[in-house]
Nanobody, 123 residues
């Protein structure tokens, strides 16, 4: 599976962005999909994940209520809608795919990674 994230940019605090992650391959619908982020000088951290069917979602406490993850298996794409952005959301955002259907927020569990997309939130 090859993943390509897009949609990052510069936005003011309180603004919104929508990230997309397009996947190649016919088995996209069989992967748990996740978003992670990494700020300068910090470790990569879990942001959100979504089950194969899209019926179950998981969020880090820091983004709960502000971010929404979704997927369109017909388009092999997963999205991250980010609202009420804060300067501390500034990071490179990565999408990842996990073949294991059981959810885990650990980055080492994910099998495939896309190149990141930069999100910068100005105060």
């Amino acid at each position: 599976v090859q993943l390509q994230a897009s949609g990052g940019g510069l936005v003011q605090a309180g603004g919104s962005l929508r990230l997309s992650c397009a996947a190649s391959g016919r088995t996209f619908s069989r992967y748990v999909m996740g978003w992670f982020r990494q700020a300068p000088g910090k470790e990569r951290e879990f942001v959100a994940a979504i089950s194969w069917s899209g019926s179950t979602t998981y969020y880090a406490d820091s983004v709960k209520g502000r971010f929404t993850i979704s997927r369109d298996n017909a388009k092999n794409t997963v999205y991250l809608q980010m609202n009420s952005l804060k300067p501390e959301d500034t990071a490179v955002y990565y999408c990842a795919a996990d073949q294991d259907p059981t959810f885990d927020s650990s980055s080492w569990r994910y099998d495939y990674w896309g190149r990141g997309t930069q999100v910068t939130v100005s105060s």
